[in-house]
């Protein structure tokens, strides 16, 4: 079998089976859900990532196109220990195959995990080579010109190019617009069931543009890359506050939370998986979240009218905000799941309030 | 919210003797549970009858009553104690139904006690069918179509409307007991009545089957604000049909989509807040169609179980500690994960590995048993094992059953393959060896075809290993696959020797990783490690300090918890020294491997390519092979071969103990005698082998197992018939073994510890049934009760003589046979024995502690041995035993030299009589008030046991008996009603006692034809839980017992005083 090296820019290597694909370069990140590979690659919130999965075994329930999260997959790249191929069912490795994203199994994950939670998220390339220095000399300029391209208003690339309307479910519902930086479908199948209409917009759609809809509310979706790189939303958010209630989802949050006068910082390998404990701080309840984050709002940064609502029990980062006089709240986690608990999702029930209030 | 204030004082109930579907994982739980109370600053009470565990030590509770888990102990213990709480979700399905007894007949209410962790409610909504049901269809869950029975006629009419295959699950009974499938009408009407016995509330829910779906379980928690999490999904590796606990099972599931996981994991959720389990433990066990993907929802348990055992072990997660904490008030976010000592405990685990967990079971030790698996558990242990991919912890799991070194080859036989069993997994890989396609496999075992392609990729891995050089490259696949060095060897018609050297060589060896609870997402500091070949060797620190303790592997009849309590104290007392413990072991019920008992856990098989494997890693200044049983043991000439250095006895004082020769050798000139014995593979030498042993003497043929067809021969007549008769059994390969046999011998334990300089006699237990019984099946008691104090003596001296001349260091257990004041020697064993745990109670002998000191080189003047004298214990106690005989309805009640308890009891009293009656009575044995006794005595025991017969009148009971034996008795003033032999014609004295009017039966045989004919007898007695007395003596002990409870005076008693 053919030999596949992940080569991260720190230098570290490791060494696989080439299964299918080509060379590849992305930041590298590993998520511990055991499930939900198809979700994974479909989200766009990983947009430009190679993904390692800490579960060993993948591929082994087989692919649906109804667990697609968007319309493509995004992943750069997908790493796990093993990778389900059988004559009965390889079929998660030909979708990956067909969509143009390299495999690697059988390298050592844990020790790549742990890479990446002392050296931190790094960029690093997927190559096959006959040796560790030819991969190695393939990976410099992989990686350097994935560099170069610098820091990219990633929303802006898995965004929708135009509007889209979609309908709702419930008539007496309330109309609700979506800015999407890389919404997952299942934010979408969440708000139909609850809305009479749904218009998507694109990431960098204006707040006019928005008003002149007349939503009852503005949901702003999660997304892939740095919060301080996307542009115009910032902007677009703080029109929109105090006019229309407003719900944020991950990238979402964070947006709003800048827009609201915070920072954001970048996490040390960040927080993917779909067992992470959130307080809501109002309540005392405590449920497992599926998140997939790799910036947080920094709590210091927040003043006047912003409340930290929910928060991180593993390691106390700000999960939730809210601002009451300007009728919104976000949440760092994905209450719309796919993958992980649905516990949350009561969180778009609350939205629904807030914009019938 | 915090702790609860108000509690201070709880009593956790234990789960009592092991059986199948009870056994030491609620040691495990129940000792997690207490540690976390006590460290809480609670007084804990604990109530358990089973010696040989962990929790009943005197140093894990505040005080520890070794009673029966009966209402009216319970109830004394209550008034003395006066706790605030009882918690009755630790100690299993006893503990459970116990909690509800004592909650029904206002014993809680009475002493103002409240029950923590679940209350009756709850505890009958998740076990009553009907109400669970009915809780199901409101939350929109589905359940299997089924109808509670509670009488037969009625039975027939729902088997009618639900149509065959059908399940029977009798209420309230643990492990399924009494349940099974029923194919036809004729086959359910038998189990229908059975298992309306079996029902302590006549109640059996008769459901449609789900035969051939997929089965899960999710192991889940809440606490009192509502937060949930599943600490380990689960997946059967065996369909539904077959006893969870008898199935392969996987964690965590490998088979289900996103979306069909998180549909069950909503469902679980509200399952728990429709039965409303404020907070706690529970599981919940699911089937799946594999077609249709319809899910239903096959149970609840409201409590730590087995399987929330296998999760803790599977996971990190200490499920029970925590259920425990959640009970007096903490919630889940205010503790902190033990494991990675950073983040919460509300979290779900993450795993970046895969576990198996295989049953072991012992059909043959029944036989006439049928290696059938069905709803009603029969096996008696497990191995867990942790790999990178299914294939390598799979393979990992067959070699820790300690009897496979991976899927060995066997005669394939394809009607196997439909029908499960203990060996259908071997069927299953035999057949893709025979080329069988999968889904033809598939068809016919409907395992998961997910599965199938595992076991079908490690046979072809098998055949490229035996088709090809192995080269570096290929022995790597083939360790990353899981296979054993031995295996590869069979496969290279090499030895496995060299294939160890081989990998050596070429750098090819396990690393070992962490179970970290979050799949490498947080740092994580605990030592809790297994192999595998999918990561690179680590070095790890040296020490000086460091010892390794091999454990005792899966729980079996005769190997079992009573020696993973020698390892746990064994660590504890090397830990007081100063020593740094490395525990090895694959057994996932125990305490031994709770990832806080031992400084390092290393889960793993206990073969000696593993041992080897891990004791190259941490390189150890000693390894304990004498606590563990005879699993440890049997290593020793691959350790010291390795240049391993053991502790204690040496090689050379093991192999003398094991070889029949050498040791008779050594016994003489010590006042021993040893009984003699002979082989002989055909007639002619068989008398004279008889001649040098006498008469009366003992034959059974060397390979059939469990004591059938072993006869006592009293003349050279009987020898030729016997061997005339099983001359087809007898052959030079298979020869037969002649004892001499020491006829109405009383047989004695002792237990030695010996030091460099020191020596002591940990206790002398004398059996309460005859010679014959194997010595884990007999009762026992201590002090003794029969044997003349200068004998005493003499066993005292001569044991601690032959400890001296075998030149033990550490542990030694004497099995001796007393007839007409001669002293014979049965066997001696250099290591910790099945009494230990049981002496160290009874005597306060700390006897693991002093073993350890022994083997650590401890003088005598560091010791103050004074300290230790067994016979100024001031209470008597008794062991009692526990048979599974109701799992296997084709085996026989008969004890005899091979071993059949799964487990044992310990009465404590004031007296022998108030010890044998706590005893019988936490060994299941209904000792009952009144009503009728039926006798079927041989000739020479009617006379023996003619004042117990006039006891039992005095007592008011009716006596009825065989012909024979009503005669004698009526000839000697004791009135008896004659009832038929079985072939005499009906109504016989079965009849008799399958219509339920017998209460007790009193039956002593001889010979093989008596044996067989009253087969019938003890089998009705164990199928309508009559109580059936087989000896003599135990027949005498059990009219003590009955005298006493009638007399009602009796107490308990607390082991620190």
Same mark, same amino acid.
């Given at each position: 079998?053919?030999?596949?090296?992940?080569?991260?820019?720190?230098?570290?290597?490791?060494?696989?089976?080439?299964?299918?694909?080509?060379?590849?370069?992305?930041?590298?990140?590993?998520?511990?859900?055991?499930?939900?590979?198809?979700?994974?690659?479909?989200?766009?919130?990983?947009?430009?990532?190679?993904?390692?999965?800490?579960?060993?075994?993948?591929?082994?329930?087989?692919?649906?196109?109804?667990?697609?999260?968007?319309?493509?997959?995004?992943?750069?790249?997908?790493?796990?220990?093993?990778?389900?191929?059988?004559?009965?069912?390889?079929?998660? =490795?030909?979708?990956?195959?067909?969509?143009?994203?390299?495999?690697?199994?059988?390298? !050592? +994950?844990? #020790?790549?995990? @742990?890479?990446?939670?002392?050296?931190?998220?790094?960029?690093?390339?997927?190559?096959?080579?006959?040796?560790?220095?030819?991969?190695?000399?393939?990976?410099?300029?992989?990686?350097?010109?994935?560099?170069?391209?610098?820091?990219?208003?990633?929303?802006?690339?898995?965004?929708?190019?135009?509007?889209?309307?979609?309908?709702?479910?419930?008539?007496?519902?309330?109309?609700?617009?979506?800015?999407?930086?890389?919404?997952?479908?299942?934010?979408?199948?969440?708000?139909?069931?609850?809305?009479?209409?749904?218009?998507?917009?694109?990431?960098?759609?204006?707040?006019?543009?928005?008003?002149?809809?007349?939503?009852?509310?503005?949901? =702003?979706?999660?997304?892939?890359?740095?919060?301080?790189?996307?542009?115009?939303?910032? !902007? +677009?958010? #703080?029109?929109? @506050?105090?006019?229309?209630?407003?719900?944020?989802?991950?990238?979402?949050?964070?947006?709003?939370?800048?827009?609201?006068?915070?920072?954001?910082?970048?996490?040390?390998?960040?927080?993917?998986?779909?067992?992470?404990?959130?307080?809501?701080?109002?309540?005392?309840?405590?449920?497992?979240?599926?998140?997939?984050?790799?910036?947080?709002?920094?709590?210091?940064?927040?003043?006047?009218?912003?409340?930290?609502?929910?928060?991180?029990?593993?390691?106390?980062?700000?999960?939730?905000?809210?601002?009451?006089?300007?009728?919104?709240?976000?949440?760092?986690?994905?209450?719309?799941?796919?993958?992980?608990?649905?516990?949350?999702?009561? =969180?778009?029930?609350?939205?629904?309030?807030?914009?019938?209030? | 919210?915090?702790?609860?204030?108000?509690?201070?004082?709880?009593?956790?109930?234990?789960?009592?003797?092991?059986?199948?579907?009870?056994?030491?994982?609620?040691?495990?739980?129940?000792?997690?549970?207490?540690?976390?109370?006590?460290?809480?600053?609670?007084?804990?009470?604990?109530?358990?009858?089973?010696?040989?565990?962990?929790?009943?030590?005197?140093?894990?509770?505040?005080?520890?009553?070794?009673?029966?888990?009966?209402?009216?102990?319970?109830?004394?213990?209550?008034?003395?104690?006066?706790?605030?709480?009882?918690?009755?979700?630790?100690?299993?399905?006893?503990?459970?139904?116990?909690?509800?007894?004592?909650?029904?007949?206002?014993?809680?209410?009475?002493?103002?006690?409240?029950?923590?962790?679940?209350?009756?409610?709850?505890?009958?909504?998740?076990?009553?069918?009907?109400?669970?049901?009915?809780?199901?269809?409101?939350?929109?869950?589905?359940?299997?179509?089924?109808?509670?029975?509670?009488?037969?006629?009625?039975?027939?009419?729902?088997?009618?409307?639900?149509?065959?295959?059908?399940?029977?699950?009798?209420?309230?009974?643990?492990?399924?007991?009494?349940?099974?499938?029923?194919?036809?009408?004729?086959?359910?009407?038998?189990?229908?009545?059975?298992?309306?016995?079996?029902?302590?509330?006549?109640?059996?829910?008769?459901?449609?089957?789900?035969?051939?779906?997929?089965?899960?379980?999710?192991?889940?928690?809440?606490?009192?604000?509502?937060?949930?999490?599943?600490?380990?999904?689960?997946?059967?590796?065996?369909?539904?049909?077959?006893?969870?606990?008898?199935?392969?099972?996987?964690?965590?599931?490998?088979?289900?989509?996103?979306?069909?996981?998180?549909?069950?994991?909503?469902?679980?959720?509200?399952?728990?807040?429709?039965?409303?389990?404020?907070?706690?433990?529970?599981?919940?066990?699911?089937?799946?169609?594999?077609?249709?993907?319809?899910?239903?929802?096959?149970?609840?348990?409201?409590?730590?179980?087995?399987?929330?055992?296998?999760?803790?072990?599977?996971?990190?997660?200490?499920?029970?500690?925590?259920?425990?904490?959640?009970?007096?008030?903490?919630?889940?976010?205010?503790?902190?994960?033990?494991?990675?000592?950073?983040?919460?405990?509300?979290?779900?685990?993450?795993?970046?590995?895969?576990?198996?967990?295989?049953?072991?079971?012992?059909?043959?030790?029944?036989?006439?048993?049928?290696?059938?698996?069905?709803?009603?558990?029969?096996?008696?242990?497990?191995?867990?094992?942790?790999?990178?991919?299914?294939?390598?912890?799979?393979?990992?799991?067959?070699?820790?059953?300690?009897?496979?070194?991976?899927?060995?080859?066997?005669?394939?036989?394809?009607?196997?393959?439909?029908?499960?069993?203990?060996?259908?997994?071997?069927?299953?890989?035999?057949?893709?060896?025979?080329?069988?396609?999968?889904?033809?496999?598939?068809?016919?075992?409907?395992?998961?075809?997910?599965?199938?392609?595992?076991?079908?990729?490690?046979?072809?891995?098998?055949?490229?290993?035996?088709?090809?050089?192995?080269?570096?490259?290929?022995?790597?696949?083939?360790?990353?696959?899981?296979?054993?060095?031995?295996?590869?060897?069979?496969?290279?018609?090499?030895?496995?020797?060299?294939?160890?050297?081989?990998?050596?060589?070429?750098?090819?060896?396990?690393?070992?990783?962490?179970?970290?609870?979050?799949?490498?997402?947080?740092?994580?500091?605990?030592?809790?490690?297994?192999?595998?070949?999918?990561?690179?060797?680590?070095?790890?620190?040296?020490?000086?300090?460091?010892?390794?303790?091999?454990?005792?592997?899966?729980?079996?009849?005769?190997?079992?918890?009573?020696?993973?309590?020698?390892?746990?104290?064994?660590?504890?007392?090397?830990?007081?020294?100063?020593?740094?413990?490395?525990?090895?072991?694959?057994?996932?019920?125990?305490?031994?491997?709770?990832?806080?008992?031992?400084?390092?856990?290393?889960?793993?098989?206990?073969?000696?390519?593993?041992?080897?494997?891990?004791?190259?890693?941490?390189?150890?200044?000693?390894?304990?092979?004498?606590?563990?049983?005879?699993?440890?043991?049997?290593?020793?000439?691959?350790?010291?071969?390795?240049?391993?250095?053991?502790?204690?006895?040496?090689?050379?004082?093991?192999?003398?103990?094991?070889?029949?020769?050498?040791?008779?050798?050594?016994?003489?000139?010590?006042?021993?005698?040893?009984?003699?014995?002979?082989?002989?593979?055909?007639?002619?030498?068989?008398?004279?082998?008889?001649?040098?042993?006498?008469?009366?003497?003992?034959?059974?043929?060397?390979?059939?197992?469990?004591?059938?067809?072993?006869?006592?021969?009293?003349?050279?007549?009987?020898?030729?018939?016997?061997?005339?008769?099983?001359?087809?059994?007898?052959?030079?390969?298979?020869?037969?073994?002649?004892?001499?046999?020491?006829?109405?011998?009383?047989?004695?334990?002792?237990?030695?510890?010996?030091?460099?300089?020191?020596?002591?006699?940990?206790?002398?237990?004398?059996?309460?049934?005859?010679?014959?019984?194997?010595?884990?099946?007999?009762?026992?008691?201590?002090?003794?009760?029969?044997?003349?104090?200068?004998?005493?003596?003499?066993?005292?001296?001569?044991?601690?003589?032959?400890?001296?001349?075998?030149?033990?260091?550490?542990?030694?257990?004497?099995?001796?046979?007393?007839?007409?004041?001669?002293?014979?020697?049965?066997?001696?064993?250099?290591?910790?024995?099945?009494?230990?745990?049981?002496?160290?109670?009874?005597?306060?002998?700390?006897?693991?502690?002093?073993?350890?000191?022994?083997?650590?080189?401890?003088?005598?003047?560091?010791?103050?041995?004074?300290?230790?004298?067994?016979?100024?214990?001031?209470?008597?106690?008794?062991?009692?035993?526990?048979?599974?005989?109701?799992?296997?309805?084709?085996?026989?009640?008969?004890?005899?030299?091979?071993?059949?308890?799964?487990?044992?009891?310990?009465?404590?009293?004031?007296?022998?009589?108030?010890?044998?009656?706590?005893?019988?009575?936490?060994?299941?044995?209904?000792?009952?008030?009144?009503?009728?006794?039926?006798?079927?005595?041989?000739?020479?025991?009617?006379?023996?046991?003619?004042?117990?017969?006039?006891?039992?009148?005095?007592?008011?009971?009716?006596?009825?008996?065989?012909?024979?034996?009503?005669?004698?008795?009526?000839?000697?003033?004791?009135?008896?009603?004659?009832?038929?032999?079985?072939?005499?014609?009906?109504?016989?004295?079965?009849?008799?006692?399958?219509?339920?009017?017998?209460?007790?039966?009193?039956?002593?045989?001889?010979?093989?034809?008596?044996?067989?004919?009253?087969?019938?007898?003890?089998?009705?007695?164990?199928?309508?839980?009559?109580?059936?007395?087989?000896?003599?003596?135990?027949?005498?002990?059990?009219?003590?017992?009955?005298?006493?409870?009638?007399?009602?005076?009796?107490?308990?008693?607390?082991?620190?005083?």
């Amino acid at each position: 079998m053919t030999q596949g090296y992940l080569v991260l820019e720190s230098g570290g290597i490791f060494k696989g089976n080439w299964l299918v694909g080509e060379n590849a370069v992305g930041e590298v990140v590993f998520n511990t859900s055991h499930n939900g590979y198809e979700e994974i690659a479909t989200d766009p919130s990983y947009y430009g990532q190679i993904m390692v999965m800490c579960a060993p075994q993948q591929g082994n329930y087989g692919v649906d196109k109804s667990f697609w999260e968007s319309r493509s997959l995004w992943i750069r790249g997908f790493i796990a220990l093993d990778i389900q191929r059988s004559p009965e069912n390889s079929q998660w =490795l030909d979708r990956l195959s067909e969509n143009g994203v390299p495999a690697i199994d059988g390298l !050592d +994950t844990r #020790k790549l995990v @742990l890479a990446l939670r002392e050296g931190g998220t790094q960029v690093g390339a997927m190559v096959s080579a006959t040796s560790a220095e030819q991969a190695k000399e393939k990976s410099v300029s992989l990686i350097n010109q994935f560099k170069e391209q610098g820091n990219k208003d990633w929303a802006n690339e898995v965004t929708r190019k135009e509007a889209q309307r979609v309908q709702g479910a419930k008539g007496s519902g309330p109309k609700v617009a979506v800015l999407d930086f890389g919404c997952k479908e299942n934010i979408l199948r969440e708000l139909i069931k609850r809305t009479s209409e749904v218009m998507v917009y694109p990431a960098r759609t204006s707040a006019s543009e928005i008003l002149k809809w007349n939503p009852d509310g503005v949901l =702003l979706s999660n997304g892939p890359g740095d919060p301080e790189n996307v542009e115009v939303a910032v !902007d +677009t958010i #703080k029109e929109l @506050l105090g006019q229309k209630p407003i719900f944020g989802i991950c990238m979402g949050h964070q947006l709003l939370g800048r827009a609201l006068g915070g920072k954001t910082f970048k996490l040390k390998f960040g927080h993917r998986g779909a067992n992470h404990p959130i307080k809501d701080l109002q309540s005392g309840e405590v449920f497992m979240t599926s998140q997939n984050h790799g910036y947080a709002i920094d709590q210091d940064s927040l003043s006047g009218n912003v409340e930290v609502t929910h928060r991180n029990l593993n390691d106390k980062t700000v999960s939730g905000i809210r601002s009451l006089p300007d009728r919104c709240f976000s949440v760092q986690f994905h209450p719309e799941s796919h993958p992980g608990p649905r516990d949350a999702d009561a =969180l778009f029930d609350q939205f629904v309030e807030l914009m019938q209030s | 919210m915090p702790r609860i204030e108000k509690y201070k004082k709880v009593i956790i109930l234990g789960s009592g003797p092991i059986v199948i579907g009870q056994a030491c994982e609620f040691d495990y739980s129940g000792t997690q549970a207490c540690k976390a109370l006590v460290s809480e600053g609670l007084e804990v009470i604990l109530v358990n009858s089973n010696p040989a565990t962990i929790m009943t030590d005197p140093d894990i509770a505040s005080r520890v009553y070794i009673e029966p888990l009966e209402k009216e102990f319970l109830e004394k213990i209550i008034a003395i104690e006066k706790p605030d709480a009882i918690i009755p979700t630790l100690g299993g399905q006893t503990a459970l139904n116990l909690g509800l007894e004592l909650d029904r007949t206002g014993i809680l209410k009475k002493y103002n006690v409240e029950m923590i962790g679940a209350t009756p409610e709850i505890i009958k909504s998740a076990e009553d069918r009907e109400i669970f049901n009915q809780l199901l269809r409101q939350v929109g869950a589905k359940h299997t179509r089924s109808q509670m029975v509670r009488e037969f006629k009625q039975g027939l009419q729902v088997a009618e409307e639900i149509g065959f295959p059908i399940i029977l699950r009798p209420n309230y009974t643990l492990g399924g007991g009494g349940g099974g499938v029923a194919f036809s009408k004729e086959e359910y009407e038998g189990m229908l009545a059975r298992a309306l016995g079996e029902s302590p509330t006549s109640e059996v829910l008769v459901e449609e089957s789900i035969l051939g779906w997929k089965e899960y379980e999710l192991e889940v928690m809440r606490d009192s604000s509502g937060t949930f999490v599943v600490i380990c999904s689960i997946e059967n590796f065996d369909p539904c049909g077959v006893h969870t606990g008898d199935s392969i099972t996987i964690a965590p599931q490998q088979t289900l989509s996103e979306s069909e996981y998180q549909d069950m994991r909503d469902e679980a959720r509200k399952i728990l807040d429709a039965v409303g389990l404020e907070c706690g433990g529970a599981n919940i066990q699911f089937a799946v169609d594999p077609k249709t993907k319809k899910r239903v929802v096959i149970e609840m348990n409201p409590r730590v179980s087995r399987s929330s055992a296998l999760a803790s072990k599977a996971t990190g997660f200490p499920i029970a500690k925590i259920a425990a904490l959640l009970a007096i008030g903490y919630q889940l976010d205010e503790i902190q994960n033990d494991i990675t000592k950073s983040t919460p405990s509300c979290y779900e685990p993450a795993l970046d590995y895969v576990v198996t967990k295989i049953p072991r079971f012992a059909f043959e030790k029944f036989i006439g048993s049928k290696d059938e698996l069905s709803t009603q558990m029969k096996s008696v242990g497990e191995v867990m094992s942790i790999g990178r991919t299914f294939k390598e912890s799979f393979q990992k799991a067959l070699c820790s059953q300690e009897f496979a070194d991976g899927f060995t080859e066997v005669e394939f036989d394809k009607a196997m393959l439909s029908s499960p069993s203990s060996q259908r997994l071997y069927q299953v890989a035999q057949a893709f060896r025979e080329g069988l396609e999968l889904s033809e496999v598939e068809r016919l075992t409907m395992i998961n075809t997910w599965f199938l392609e595992q076991v079908r990729d490690i046979i072809v891995t098998e055949q490229k290993i035996a088709q090809n050089e192995l080269s570096p490259e290929l022995l790597l696949e083939a360790k990353r696959c899981g296979f054993s060095d031995i295996r590869v060897a069979q496969l290279k018609g090499t030895d496995s020797q060299s294939i160890r050297s081989l990998r050596k060589k070429e750098g090819i060896l396990p690393g070992y990783l962490q179970v970290d609870t979050c799949a490498g997402e947080f740092a994580s500091e605990t030592p809790y490690f297994y192999s595998t070949y999918w990561s690179e060797p680590v070095a790890i620190p040296a020490s000086d300090k460091r010892i390794v303790i091999i454990g005792s592997g899966p729980n079996r009849i005769g190997q079992g918890i009573e020696f993973d309590y020698c390892c746990v104290r064994g660590v504890k007392q090397l830990q007081k020294m100063g020593y740094e413990v490395v525990m090895i072991n694959s057994n996932p019920e125990t305490v031994s491997t709770d990832y806080d008992t031992s400084d390092q856990l290393y889960f793993e098989p206990l073969n000696t390519e593993r041992v080897l494997d891990v004791l190259d890693v941490v390189n150890p200044k000693g390894v304990v092979l004498q606590l563990g049983g005879q699993t440890p043991l049997s290593l020793v000439h691959d350790l010291v071969a390795a240049g391993i250095p053991v502790l204690g006895s040496s090689m050379e004082t093991i192999d003398i103990a094991e070889d029949r020769s050498r040791f008779s050798k050594v016994c003489e000139g010590i006042g021993f005698e040893v009984p003699v014995s002979g082989l002989a593979s055909d007639a002619r030498q068989a008398s004279s082998c008889a001649e040098l042993i006498g008469y009366p003497l003992i034959c059974r043929p060397s390979y059939v197992l469990g004591g059938r067809r072993m006869e006592v021969i009293e003349n050279q007549e009987e020898l030729a018939r016997y061997f005339s008769k099983y001359a087809a059994d007898i052959s030079p390969s298979t020869p037969c073994f002649m004892d001499q046999f020491l006829e109405g011998a009383l047989e004695i334990d002792v237990d030695v510890v010996r030091g460099k300089d020191w020596s002591l006699i940990g206790g002398v237990i004398e059996h309460i049934e005859a010679a014959g019984v194997h010595s884990g099946d007999s009762m026992g008691v201590i002090p003794p009760q029969r044997l003349p104090s200068d004998l005493l003596q003499e066993i005292e001296k001569n044991c601690l003589a032959l400890a001296e001349k075998l030149d033990v260091i550490g542990h030694l257990n004497v099995q001796l046979a007393v007839k007409d004041d001669h002293l014979y020697i049965i066997e001696a064993n250099p290591r910790c024995s099945r009494t230990v745990p049981f002496l160290a109670k009874a005597a306060n002998v700390p006897l693991v502690d002093l073993g350890i000191q022994a083997m650590m080189g401890v003088a005598a003047t560091d010791l103050d041995l004074a300290l230790y004298d067994w016979r100024k214990m001031n209470v008597v106690c008794v062991k009692g035993v526990v048979f599974p005989f109701k799992k296997f309805p084709e085996a026989d009640s008969i004890l005899g030299p091979e071993m059949k308890s799964t487990g044992e009891s310990m009465g404590r009293g004031s007296d022998y009589s108030e010890a044998l009656m706590k005893a019988f009575i936490s060994s299941k044995v209904k000792l009952p008030e009144n009503g009728e006794v039926f006798l079927s005595l041989r000739e020479k025991d009617k006379k023996v046991l003619l004042p117990v017969a006039q006891n039992l009148v005095d007592l008011g009971f009716t006596l009825s008996g065989t012909s024979g034996t009503a005669s004698f008795l009526y000839e000697n003033g004791v009135d008896c009603i004659p009832v038929k032999k079985v072939h005499e014609g009906r109504p016989h004295c079965v009849d008799r006692i399958r219509s339920g009017r017998v209460d007790l039966v009193i039956n002593t045989t001889s010979g093989r034809e008596a044996l067989e004919a009253s087969f019938s007898i003890r089998r009705s007695c164990t199928d309508f839980a009559v109580p059936c007395i087989t000896e003599d003596h135990a027949a005498e002990a059990l009219m003590l017992a009955m005298n006493k409870k009638k007399s009602g005076l009796f107490e308990v008693y607390p082991l620190q005083q």
